[in-house]
């Protein structure tokens, strides 16, 4: 309904507007159906075509010209093209392919193909197509986007609208959303062929456009030649949308070409621009943003974790926090209709794509087209809506319990912390005291993760620092955690001194029992994945701990055995060349020996040595080095392996270097009960 009154210039256009009736009555002022029809009027019957259909459609417009010659300079055939003009040969042709794969412009090229000035119309989806008919002349094709149920038409429809087509001269291309089995059976509903739009290489599509917008191709050529290794293939990557290729094209000509600006640099803005739209999007449609946020920390994994993990985040937004008023979607639908929604048609929305591939190590995953869009999404919350950042706290506290998992899940908290400059972290606490499992590795995650950037290192460290002494043993476990070399960027001396304090104020309560396991892990995955000052480095520092008698020396007699059971062609050549390591070894394989409970793990570790220098001459020399130096040190645990060697099978390894060192002990003893005294 409209305020404005039309004037008797406008009547015609006004009739054209409401065709489809069979009689359009125009009488303003006038009395109708009632025998008596006053004031200003007119009667307008509608012409009809020679088949007797109306010839005027409801909701129909022309293409644009300019939009039109664009679209066919930029245009980058698609596989199916020949294939889709040859069936147009009978005037009307069926395309059925994924929104949003470059489907109109494929069927507006299809339409304009050896025209050189073609006029083309679109017709609204919604238009009964039934009734509908193609203007007498002067219209080249006519593109239908979408009828809403395409089964409503029969084979005889569209075989009414051959002969019209063919008399005015035109051509009909009617677009349709591909389903599972619906070609097959709209060719058998339909009975002509159905052709299946499949979209175009992104190449192609990137450079139709960037030939048709760079007025210097040479200046386009070098911009492409010194683009960083394997940043075309990720401006690009396989399956890249044609809006999203062309959208590349564009940044490419406007920011690298013109701008100067670096491939990295366009990426980046890319990934920005995506992340910004993608959440707006979602704003309105909390399963689409579960997605989104969903894809953003476990993208790359297989679809059913992106999934789930969704649902996850849905639920807790339904029964979490205050209730909101049902939001109602245009066409009527409710937010939650959103559930229903296929996953196709979700990745599609938000700019993501599923991998599907077979044979060996095939893969089933989920993942942004541009993987930095992840980045750009969490700048845009920690920006413009914060309200969500405990929820994501909450939600990103309780991955599964897999590895990969649960480092998406520290890198996303991370992530809002480096986007918020630190002040995020304001929920990590709670976060790592989730009642989860892998909560304290996800706040580890995080913090060891955060510690590197400039906005949040000095939170990070600070709070690593304030929970390496507090009571609460999953605070504790969350920094043991960030002291593994492979959750974060924490120096060697940052992590040795928080691993100190952590087993300095251990105490025999029994949840500190798991942060004293964690703890060792991390001494020993630091030493197992360090380099040779790294590894020099934790044993100096080892030696130092076996001088108290609390839990760093208990820690470290647990530790040692593990560490000298890797790399052992390390261990050789350090104790020959390195006479300052050599004497820490002895010092550390001694105090793991005169542990009982680390006794046994020592004997098997230097057994392991024994063995690997059976017949390796570089090898036997260390172990002679070292067997030389704990014979040396006297110490009883070191004595207690001799005899227990000596007493061994015959095919025990390290028989005769031990059998030669007792034989030094013993000559050395100053007293004859020496020796027994120390083995008891």
């Known amino acids: 309904m409209t305020s404005e009154i ?48 109306a010839t005027g459609p409801m909701r129909q417009g022309p293409v644009r010209a300019k939009y039109l010659k664009t679209a066919r300079r930029r245009f980058a055939p698609p596989p199916c093209f020949e294939d889709a003009l040859a069936a147009l040969d009978s005037g009307i042709a069926v395309l059925l392919g994924e929104p949003g794969t470059g489907r109109e412009t494929h069927a507006l090229n299809l339409l304009a193909h050896g025209i050189e000035e073609p006029v083309l119309v679109q017709v609204d989806g919604a238009v009964n197509l039934t009734r509908w008919g193609p203007r007498a002349q002067g219209v080249h094709g006519y593109v239908v986007m979408e009828p809403p149920d395409p089964f409503a038409l029969r084979a005889w429809d569209l075989s009414r609208l051959e002969a019209p087509l063919a008399e005015a001269g035109a051509r009909l291309v009617i677009v349709l959303a591909d389903a599972p089995g619906l070609a097959g059976a709209l060719e058998d509903h ?21 030939s048709d917008g760079c007025s ?26 044609p809006r999203h290729a062309a959208q590349a094209a564009e940044a490419v000509l406007r920011l690298g070409v013109e701008g100067g600006a670096s491939g990295a640099e366009v990426l980046r803005h890319l990934a920005q621009a995506e992340g910004s739209e993608a959440v707006a999007r979602a704003q309105a449609d909390p399963a689409l943003l579960a997605h989104l946020l969903s894809i953003s920390v476990y993208g790359g994994l297989h679809h059913s974790v992106v999934t789930e993990r969704a649902g996850d985040l849905l639920r807790l937004v339904e029964t979490g926090g205050e209730q909101k008023p049902v939001v109602r979607r245009p066409h009527g639908h409710s937010v939650g209709d959103a559930r229903e929604r296929p996953l196709s048609e979700t990745l599609r929305l938000l700019g993501a794509h599923r991998v599907q591939r077979s044979g060996e190590g095939a893969t089933d995953t989920v993942s942004f087209f541009w993987p930095a869009v992840s980045e750009a ?39 809002m912390a480096v986007a918020s400059g630190g002040r995020s972290m304001e929920h990590l606490r709670d976060l790592a005291s989730a009642s989860s499992f892998p909560a304290p590795e996800v706040a580890a995650w995080c913090l060891g993760t955060a510690v590197q950037d400039p906005a949040a290192a000095r939170t990070a460290t600070g709070l690593l620092e304030q929970w390496s002494a507090t009571t609460e043993a999953r605070l504790r476990k969350a920094v043991a955690y960030a002291c593994h070399s ?54 100096c520092r080892m030696c130092d701990w076996t001088e ?32 300052e390591v050599a004497s820490r070894t002895v010092r550390l394989a001694g105090h793991a020996l005169n542990e009982s409970a680390t006794f046994l793990a020592m004997r098997d570790a230097l057994l392991a040595w024994c063995s690997e220098a059976d017949g390796a001459e570089h090898q036997a020399r260390a172990l002679s080095e070292l067997l030389d130096g704990l014979v040396a040190a006297r110490q009883p645990g070191f004595l207690r392996w001799l005899l227990a060697v000596d007493r061994g099978p015959d095919t025990m390894p390290g028989k005769e270097p031990a059998a030669r060192a007792l034989a030094v002990w013993r000559s050395e003893t100053p007293a004859p009960n020496t020796v027994e005294q120390e083995d008891r």
């Open 6 to 53: 039309p004037q008797s210039g406008d009547l015609d256009a006004l009739a054209a507007a409401l065709a489809g009736r069979e009689m359009v009555v125009v009488a303003p002022h006038g009395i109708i159906n009632n025998g008596l029809v006053t004031g200003g009027q007119r009667q307008l019957v509608p012409a009809s075509t020679e088949s007797g259909t």
């Open 377 to 415: 999404v969490w700048e845009v919350l920690c920006r413009d809506h914060t309200h969500l950042l405990p929820l994501l706290h909450t939600w990103l506290a309780g991955p599964g319990h897999e590895a990969d998992q649960i480092e998406r899940a520290g890198r996303a908290v991370a992530a």
């Open 190 to 210: 339909l009975g002509m062929p159905v052709v299946r739009h499949r979209p175009p290489d992104p190449w192609k599509v990137f450079t139709a456009h960037l």
């Open 548 to 579: 108290s008698d609390g839990v760093p020396s208990l820690l470290t007699a647990l530790t040692f055995p593990m560490m000298a059971s890797t790399d052992l062609a390390w261990w050789s050549d350090r104790i020959l060349t390195d006479a």
């Open 486 to 539: 492979d959750r974060g960027r924490l120096t060697e001396e940052q992590a040795l001194r928080l691993l100190q304090c952590l087993m300095e104020t251990l105490d025999d309560d029994e949840d500190n029992l798991s942060v004293v396991a964690v703890t060792a892990a991390a001494l020993v995955q630091r030493f197992e994945t360090g380099d040779s000052r790294a590894r020099t480095t934790l044993l």
């Open 216 to 241: 210097d191709e040479d200046a386009c050529a070098r911009w492409l030649r010194v683009l960083e290794p394997g940043r075309l293939d990720e401006l690009l990557p396989e399956g890249l949308p």
